[in-house]
């Protein structure tokens, strides 16, 4: 039980970070005012995975580096096939709930609505794969945050570990699964053309493998082989 409230609780994490990115280019123009934005935007992003790590939640991207804990045989592959399954279902479950009580909230006037709507419907028109090459990279960095964080000695330390690189994947436009878990439920219920099929067909679940490549299977496998069985 414990692990599906902490899972819920990184998806509204998660979702706090996209809806303080979607505020800032909401109130965008073109241009060079928009990528100041999306600058912006981008170093808003991070104080969702700030809350994760610092507060405690459960990360279905963040816990795709238990493969490292399956390597030194400490859980069972079951086991973390388990717990990811729980945790994203957890994610989701959060995203979605903040997203809705957010488009009741009144929050989300004409230009928000817009933006929201315009994040979702550029989601799910992305080609298959570019979105699995974008999710890739994007969890490479998000895993290096976390792997990073851990050896800070203060939170001042952990934020910056976790700010930088997260900062970097917003701002080049990778995919995160659950933070687009967040992304295009909004845009559907600010009125995007998109159906909850398409949004995890075309987007949702691709990323979400992705995201393990990237997080799971090149982050800590390079780091394994090259590291820890030297050490062996």
């Not at 405690?56 to 238990?66: K, Q, R, S, W």
């Not at 729980?86 to 479950?93: D, I, Q, Y």
């Not at 994947?169 to 933070?179: N, R, T, Y």
Request: hydrophobic content about 60%; some cysteine; charged content about 10%.
């Amino acid at each position: 039980m414990n692990i599906i409230v902490l899972g819920i609780f990184a998806g509204v994490f998660i979702g706090f970070g996209a809806y303080g990115f979607t505020i800032i280019l909401a109130g965008a123009g073109t241009g060079f005012e928009a990528t100041i934005a999306k600058l912006i935007g981008a170093g808003v992003f991070p104080v969702g995975l700030m809350l994760v790590v610092i507060c405690g939640a459960e990360l279905f991207t963040g816990n795709n580096l238990m493969t490292l804990s399956v390597f030194k045989k400490e859980i069972t592959l079951g086991a973390m096939l388990r717990n990811w399954g729980v945790v994203w279902a957890a994610n989701l479950v959060g995203s979605v709930l903040l997203a809705f009580l957010l488009s009741q909230s009144g929050l989300y006037g004409e230009a928000m609505s817009a933006k929201a709507i315009g994040i979702a419907e550029a989601k799910v028109a992305i080609p298959f794969m570019p979105v699995i090459i974008r999710a890739i990279f994007c969890n490479m960095l998000v895993c290096l945050a976390v792997w990073m964080q851990s050896g800070a000695k203060d939170i001042i330390g952990k934020i910056f570990a976790i700010w930088f690189p997260i900062m970097l994947f917003v701002l080049s436009g990778f995919e995160h699964s659950v933070a687009n878990m967040f992304f295009i439920p909004m845009g559907i219920f600010c009125g995007a053309d998109v159906t909850w099929a398409q949004a995890f067909l075309n987007n949702i679940i691709p990323v979400t493998f992705g995201n393990i490549i990237g997080g799971a299977i090149i982050i800590p496998v390079s780091y394994h082989f090259t590291y820890a069985k030297k050490a062996q």
